[in-house]
């Protein structure tokens, strides 16, 4: 079976997503349950993957999505607590004599709070917060959503207190002859080495990442106002970039004298230091007020099962709170993730407490949870803590959160619990297989049997593979699409990286590349999986979920493509003339594609409904 034929089967279970969940716009329930078939028919019969291996792959799935659920379940129980203890209204008020202009906080609660919340935390839960936070002010839910998927992409490299780069790009290269061998020609040790490919990270996602709040407000005025328009987002270009650039600029002062541990965390935090005394003082604020529509003209799938449940109207009982009081849980998220991601001690305690099944049904993969370390045990804490700070005990309405959270995860738990374990058993489609891009190519391109597929690579290695070898010397504009592939299946920059860190290294020897080329190529690795979180199927799953926006995931994907290509290609071109080295016409490429991306939000305007 030659490379393009296994390309081709590796492909079907994606293109299943790709048809049922954003063509055809069936609910994720009833897409992923299918994907989830033809991944298991493709790895049994074509792949020859071993059956205890499938399901085992498959629990591991299960596991993996109930730790996501546990997540998306204290985020909408912290929700409805500041909703029935009065805190969201005075939130609302407070954005209002900050800025009234959803645009303005928009860039404010889902780029820089979310920046902020990816650096403590990852796992998703930066859009878990931020979209029940937008809809709580206001933002239709899919608005909300569309808009906290969109900064899933700048911060999530060094997401976790660093995560994908101390473990996904460190693990993914240690032990490997080639990544020996670059180490040596550039004159480092492997920790010198992986913290230069950070700060390599930082620099791409700096260079592409300062328009994503531009692009965010020209996505939320094109699809959710009343013109369809980006240009009512464009009009916010001052602040937009103002905004981009407080985050972007100590992101990468940090990431070249910290290291990858603290870019998105202290980013986020002197970026929300910067610019909401701005916005306040009104610095660049545009001077047109963009609102949405009254809720009667929204159009009905922008709109959750529970919308009207999510207003922030202050529940009967509840007492006036100041500002410092109705952020105060929120303050209480960022530094509980800090501690309990940083501080030895603390860490140690609260991953003791695990649940494991380690060689499921005899194979070599292994399921575990810790929930204690989870976000999610930090935001039911939070909600706890909230019940007491904010005196809840005088009505019964806490009671109504616990119940509301606990039938969000039900309606979501469907989509969940068949997404991840395809992902699962996609990944773990060959346990076994080369541990040399070389042979590997060498062995598909000369033709295997069908059945022996499974001791050459998983499937989205073969699809990489394939990639690669119609790619050459122009390899470095793809290595973000590859990164990217990895975190739309994983849902994780870092397995993203665990997963083809190695394949990058060989490749960019492959083509001739030095150690400084190698480590740009593993890079921009890094830099497209972050650009894929944005419409990974599991992330888009639970943010919806947090919103009540269930069933809809598609609609989600379909908006979120439009930034992630942007983001993607523009790494791509970055990285092809880093690459290259001096002034060349990669670096016009690149900016011939911003001036396109640009141009193309300015000439379509959209339509509105009443016109089609």
């Known amino acids: 079976m030659n490379l393009g034929l296994l390309a081709f089967l590796a492909l079907l279970p994606l293109a299943t997503v790709g048809l049922f969940l954003v063509v055809l716009r069936w609910p994720a329930k009833y ?9 298991v028919v493709i790895a049994l019969a074509f792949w020859g993957t071993e059956f205890a291996v499938v399901a085992a792959a498959s629990v591991n799935g299960v596991v993996v999505a109930l730790n996501i659920l546990f997540i998306v379940f ?86 976790a207190v660093g995560t994908p780069i ?27 080495f992986v913290n230069q490919i950070g700060m390599q990270v930082a620099m791409i996602h700096s260079i592409v990442g300062f328009l994503v709040p531009l692009i965010m407000v020209g996505m939320l005025t094109r699809f959710f106002g009343k013109n369809r328009s980006f ?94 009081q109705a952020w105060a849980p929120y303050v209480i998220v960022a530094i509980l993730l800090v501690l309990t991601r940083t501080i030895d001690p603390v860490v140690a305690a609260l991953q003791s407490v695990e649940f494991s099944w380690s060689n499921i049904f005899g194979t070599d993969i292994s399921a575990s949870s810790t929930p204690l370390y989870l976000p999610g045990f930090v935001l039911l804490v939070t909600s706890v803590i909230t019940y007491f700070l904010h005196q809840m005990w005088n009505h019964g309405s806490y009671l109504n959160a616990w119940k509301t959270a606990g039938n969000t995860i039900l309606a979501a738990g469907v989509a969940l619990i068949f997404a991840v374990p395809m992902v699962q058993v996609f990944i773990n ?41 119609l790619a050459g010397g122009l390899w470095p504009i793809f290595a973000p699409l590859i990164g990217g592939l990895g975190a739309f299946l994983a849902g994780s920059n870092t397995v993203s990286n665990l997963m083809f860190s190695f394949f990058q290294i060989s490749t960019a020897e492959q083509i001739g590349l030095g150690s ?39 609609d989600v994907i379909r908006k979120t ?52």
């Open 429 to 469: 489609s060959a346990p076994g297989g080369y541990d040399d891009v070389t042979q590997i190519r060498e062995a598909l391109e000369g033709g295997v049997a069908m059945g022996a597929a499974a001791q050459i690579a998983s499937m989205p290695e073969v699809l990489a593979q394939s990639v690669a070898t």
């Open 516 to 554: 400084a080329g190698a480590s740009l190529v593993v890079a921009l690795q890094a830099v497209g999986g972050a650009g894929g979180n944005m419409v990974t199927v599991h992330n888009v799953v639970a943010a919806s979920a947090t919103v009540g926006l269930i069933g809809r995931e598609g």
């Open 231 to 324: 240009m009512d987002g464009l009009r916010a270009w001052p602040f937009a970039l103002f905004a981009g650039l407080a985050f972007v600029i100590p992101y990468y002062a940090v990431a070249a004298l910290l290291g990858p541990a603290f870019p998105s965390l202290i980013g986020g935090l002197i970026g929300l230091a910067i610019v909401v005394p701005a916005a306040r003082a009104g610095f660049l604020v545009p001077k047109d007020t963009f609102q949405f529509e009254e809720r009667s003209k929204w159009e009905p799938e922008w709109i959750s099962r529970f919308q009207d449940d999510t207003q922030p109207e202050r529940a009967e009982g509840a007492k006036q709170l100041t500002q410092a």
């Open 74 to 159: 204290g985020a909408i129980l912290l929700l409805y607590t500041l909703r029935e203890s009065g805190a969201i209204s005075t939130i609302q008020r407070g954005f209002a004599d900050i800025s009234p202009d959803r645009r303005v906080q928009a860039i404010i609660v889902a780029w820089l709070f979310g920046c902020l919340i990816e650096g403590a935390s990852g796992f998703g839960t930066p859009a878990a917060i931020a979209a029940p936070l937008l809809v709580a002010l206001g933002f239709p839910a899919m608005a909300a959503v569309v808009s906290a998927m969109i900064i899933q992409s700048t911060p999530v490299s060094f997401g």
């Open 31 to 39: 897409a992923m349950p299918l994907a989830y078939a033809v991944a």
């Open 166 to 192: 101390l473990v996904g790009v460190d693990q993914g290269l240690a032990g490997q002859s080639v990544t020996e061998r670059m180490v040596e020609a550039a004159g480092m040790t492997h920790a010198e």
């Open 561 to 612: 493509l439009i930034p992630m290509t942007y983001y993607v290609l523009g790494a791509g071109l970055v990285g092809m003339a880093l690459v290259l080295g001096g002034m060349n016409i990669w670096y016009l490429v690149f900016l011939l594609w911003v001036a396109f991306c640009i141009g193309f939000m300015v000439l379509n305007k959209g339509r509105h409904p009443s016109e089609r």
